[in-house]
């Protein structure tokens, strides 16, 4: 009998959801970010501080999968002409190499190239949705909200990184969609501790502004371990 409902402890509250109904949502999780030589790396980050959600996010994936949840990846870049790439976007800041520019693993940030791809730890398995986005947020310029739809899925347990960041703007854009959005806290990274925290604290202050917030070691007792609640 497929379980029906499921209740993770949460802040600010209990966060109930139907696997059946649910999506596991990985954003981001490219060589581009994790790895040295890619795009974080060029903007002058460490790297080495998002690597941390890697092992607890290989079991919530391996959980996850096993429960028959719908997996969704995505992929932040864009087109080789970088034709959906805005200036205000492309032109920002003082990277050591630009969007585009060809880097260590490739052109940064470009669809096909390798450092676009998703690190070999977290590859999807054949089956699994995988989102290429041009922007911040998984909904923008993407089909991902009818994809969702087409399965039936109302709640999605979101991870990957940054969580000040991509994480931040796809669970306020699934917020808005109606979605009921649990972020897994040792399951998204930022480069920066502080963004960190805030990033997390802000999601679920005032009575659960946009989600919630819980470890995944929470959310994985819960689906093996939980009660069925009809
Ligand atoms: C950024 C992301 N930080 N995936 N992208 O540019 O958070």
């Known amino acids: 009998m497929a379980i029906d409902q499921l209740t993770v402890p949460a802040d600010p509250g209990p966060f109930c959801f139907k696997p059946a109904h649910t999506a596991l949502v990985v954003i981001d999780m490219q060589r581009d970010f994790v790895e040295p030589g890619g795009f974080g790396e060029t903007l002058g980050n460490d790297v080495s501080m998002l690597r941390s959600v890697i092992p607890p996010l290989q079991k919530v994936l391996a959980v996850s999968r096993s429960a028959g949840m719908v997996i969704v990846h995505t992929r932040e870049g864009h087109r080789p002409d970088l034709s959906d790439c805005p200036p205000a976007k492309l032109n920002r800041g003082t990277p050591t190499l630009r969007i585009g520019d060809t880097g260590p693993k490739g052109r940064i940030l470009i669809r096909g190239e390798y450092g676009h791809d998703i690190i070999d730890e977290l590859a999807p398995c054949p089956g ?80 659960g502004i946009f989600g919630w917030v819980a470890p995944s070691a929470a959310y994985l007792d819960a689906l093996t371990n939980g009660v069925d609640q009809q």
């Open 128 to 207: 699994e949705i995988v989102i290429d986005k041009p922007g911040k947020g998984s909904f923008y310029a993407t089909d991902l909200d009818d994809l969702l739809a087409a399965a039936g899925i109302t709640s999605l347990v979101v991870t990957g990184v940054t969580t000040e960041v991509c994480v931040h703007t796809t669970v306020r854009e699934g917020n808005d969609r109606g979605y009921e959005c649990l972020v897994l806290s040792d399951c998204v990274g930022s480069y920066f501790p502080e963004f960190q925290q805030a990033g997390l604290a802000m999601i679920a202050a005032q009575g």
